[in-house]
């Protein structure tokens, strides 16, 4: 809105200096010097000279508020009038005609020649209702009749001005119109606006002139819209940047204050007129303060005392005119001239540093005064050849490249600071262009890269399957002898126990022979007996005697018949223990089996060491289930437990010398049921394993046994036998001196 009224006031500067160059004659006749004398004594002012093309708003008006109809004759002297009150001023600042809403408009006119071959026009753009008197004649009567023929609706007319001497003429306003509630104390919508021009040339040349404000608010709300539309898009883009985001809103901002320029003029009334103009006022004060705030955004300079005070002094500024009315005019445009200064201040803030894009505001406050500086010497060079007959030049010719440097000059500020930002965007594209092809050049190079890597891998493969080829065949028979060593040494292991099971054996089936044979004898004894008693007459037999050796004879069968069973019972588990394993589970009471490998184990280490002595303490679980495992394997695993048990607390009884007397060797044997597991615990109080051989006690040939006195494959053997043949676990707890305790879980 402001910089519309920059623009139109400095195209009015313009025409004038134009104007007053057009030349007058050298000589003025007595009548014309007479009129104007007169003029000077009956009216007390001069009168304004009539040319072809002029603008009357700012004329030798005079003014008075209220009606009669004598005013309107030039017989009546306004010398007593006010000079104050002009038809182009705004309506609000003419108290006299706001308070009254009606009042006539008085001015004094005539033309220094006669108008011969030419006709001149009135135009009038109002806002309200008016009659128009030329020397006492009513010359035309405006009342609107759309919308609102209350007489506050605008209206536009050419009203043909009879005028071709030179003598004074005098030019009566009769003005009126409806006063709206207003909501913008500076209300500057304008009473009437007057201009005379060339009949053949009003049409156009009004035309224009309309064509071209509203050209010049539309081109700016086009270009301020499109900057607002493309920084919205930015922002959505990456959000990170919040310059963007402000010069969004500073430029909608700056596109809504032009909307609302052109819309003040097409306003119904005054109601809405102030309602738009409040809006274009925020608007343009707004755009400002966030324009401002985006060059310091974009230098990224943080924003101190001078910039909020200058948010503070608009903000002041728009409450008073809204609520008071116009400023005084010495502060008229004092907040825009700090904000142009802060922005000289930044932009030269930014050109001191080193950046190419933080020198973008100096160079844009350049172009804008250079463009300004282009209109002011356009225009003069222009008045002048103008006034040169001979070049055939009129001073129209270089109106457009007046405008041309005036609208650079408007929008290079603002647009130049967009565009740096688009020139920011397009080179991280192009930054993004060259690296994707150097993505592509390296992808490209890595494929190649791979696609040779494959030959060569093929190749590497070949070589490698021959080679594996060779290996495995290598391997197959190393296996084969592997396979073979290990059924040597297993066959050693259970040679090894079988040594020892045959010693316990012996001496164990030694007890039950000792029964057999010692009943057996007394059984024969008892026979002999009774045959010499049945031997006697039948008179002197005692029948009581014979029974009793009967009895002692069945008992003596029955006792002799247990120990054989005994001594079957340690055969048969002795060969079961010898031969191979079968593979075949069978449901297995462990308790007893325990029972039974613990007493072999036993009696085999009684064997060779006479001296040896160990507690057994067992705790049997009465309700444990039956399990299905492998006997023979099993054995075996209870075996090479309780033969490295007795081991155990041997050692501890050889080596614990100190412990004479208290020591007391024991191995408690414990089966119970946890959950749906089955467990055997062996526990010693034996030496314990050291910490640092803990991890390898389940290796293969690993043992802590003197050279000669273990191969190393019992507690292997027997890991493999509980987890991989009966899937169960078998772990030890040792604490070392104190104990050791081997645990066997066994799935039920």
Excluded at 643 to 671: D, M
């Amino acid at each position: 809105m402001v910089r519309a009224s920059l623009l139109i006031c400095f195209l009015l500067v313009v025409d004038l200096v134009y104007g007053q160059t057009v030349k007058v004659p050298s000589k003025v006749d007595s009548v014309a010097l007479m009129n104007r004398q007169t003029s000077d004594s009956l009216y007390g002012r001069k009168p304004f000279q009539l040319r072809g093309d002029v603008n009357l708003n700012k004329s030798n008006w005079r003014f008075k508020a209220g009606d009669s109809a004598q005013w309107a004759s030039p017989a009546y002297m306004d010398r007593h009038w006010t000079a104050a009150g002009l038809p182009g001023d705004a309506i609000r600042r003419n108290k006299a005609l706001w308070e009254r809403e009606k009042g006539w408009f008085r001015l004094l006119v005539k033309s220094n020649k006669p108008i011969k071959y030419e006709s001149l026009a009135l135009v009038v753009s109002q806002f309200g209702r008016s009659d128009i008197y030329l020397d006492g004649r009513l010359l035309t009567r405006l009342i609107p009749s759309r919308i609102d023929s209350g007489g506050s609706q605008r209206i536009l007319k050419f009203i043909p001005l009879p005028i071709a001497d030179t003598n004074l003429h005098m030019l009566a306003v009769r003005y009126a119109f409806r006063k709206d509630p207003v909501f913008f104390a500076e209300l500057g919508e304008p009473a009437i606006k007057f201009s005379i021009m060339r009949t053949d040339e009003v049409a156009t040349d009004h035309l224009l002139s309309e064509e071209f404000g509203t050209s010049v608010d539309f081109l700016s709300v086009g270009i301020f819209g499109t900057l607002s539309l493309l920084h919205f898009l930015f922002f959505r883009a990456n959000r990170t940047q919040r310059i963007n985001r402000t010069l969004f809103w500073a430029m909608l901002a700056f596109a809504v204050s032009f909307l609302c320029d052109y819309l003040s003029d097409i306003t119904p009334n005054l109601t809405l007129d102030s309602l738009v103009e409040l809006t274009g006022k925020i608007s343009f004060r707004v755009s400002n303060a966030l324009f401002l705030w985006g060059v310091y955004q974009y230098l990224n300079k943080r924003a101190g005392w001078f910039f909020y005070s200058l948010v503070g002094l608009l903000t002041l500024d728009l409450v008073y005119r809204a609520i008071i009315g116009p400023v005084p005019e010495y502060t008229d445009g004092i907040p825009f001239i700090l904000v142009f200064i802060d922005y000289v201040r930044l932009s030269w803030i930014g050109r001191k540093r080193k950046e190419a894009d933080a020198r973008l505001p100096w160079k844009s406050l350049k172009l804008a005064i250079f463009c300004i500086l282009g209109v002011l010497g356009v225009a003069i060079v222009g008045a002048i050849a103008s006034q040169i007959d001979s070049l055939g030049i009129t001073f129209d010719l270089v109106l457009a490249p007046i405008f041309l440097l005036f609208f650079v000059s408007l929008f290079s500020i603002p647009v130049g600071l967009s565009l740096s930002l688009v020139q920011e965007y397009t080179r991280t594209f192009r930054s993004l262009e060259h690296k994707l092809q150097e993505v592509e050049h390296l992808s490209a190079q890595t494929v190649a890269q791979e696609q040779e890597k494959q030959q060569i891998l093929g190749r590497q493969n070949e070589t490698l399957e021959q080679l594996v080829s060779e290996r495995t065949t290598a391997l197959d028979q190393s296996l084969t002898e592997l396979r073979t060593t290990q059924d040597q040494l297993i066959q050693r292991e259970k040679l090894a126990s079988l040594g020892e099971l045959t010693a316990g054996v012996a001496h164990e089936i030694q007890n039950p022979l000792n029964f057999v044979n010692n009943f057996s004898d007394v059984s024969v004894e008892l026979l002999a007996e009774l045959d010499e008693e049945h031997e006697r007459p039948l008179g002197e037999r005692d029948a009581e005697l014979e029974k009793e050796i009967l009895n002692d004879i069945k008992q003596n069968i029955t006792k002799i018949s247990h120990h054989g069973q005994r001594a079957a019972s340690i055969v048969r588990g002795m060969l079961q223990h010898s031969r191979a394993s079968t593979g075949q589970r069978e449901s297995t009471d462990l308790n007893t089996l325990t029972d039974e490998y613990m007493r072999l184990a036993y009696h085999g280490i009684r064997a060779k060491e006479k001296t040896f002595e160990v507690s057994l303490v067992t705790h049997f679980a009465l309700n444990l289930p039956a399990v299905a495992v492998i006997p023979q394997d099993m054995g075996r695993v209870l075996m090479n437990l309780f033969i490295n048990a007795f081991h155990a607390v041997q050692e501890r009884t050889q080596c614990a010398v100190s412990e004479l007397g208290t020591y007391q060797p024991t191995v408690t044997v414990t089966t119970e049921r946890v959950g749906n597991k089955v467990q055997i615990r062996i526990r010693d109080n034996g030496m314990g394993i050291p910490d640092e051989v803990r991890g390898k006690v389940f290796q293969p040939f690993f043992t802590t046994k003197p050279t000669g006195k273990g191969t190393g494959l019992g507690l292997s053997l027997s890991y493999d036998i509980i987890t991989k043949g009966h899937g169960g676990h078998l772990h030890f707890v040792s604490e070392s001196g104190e104990f050791t305790e081997f645990i066997v879980e066994l799935p039920c």
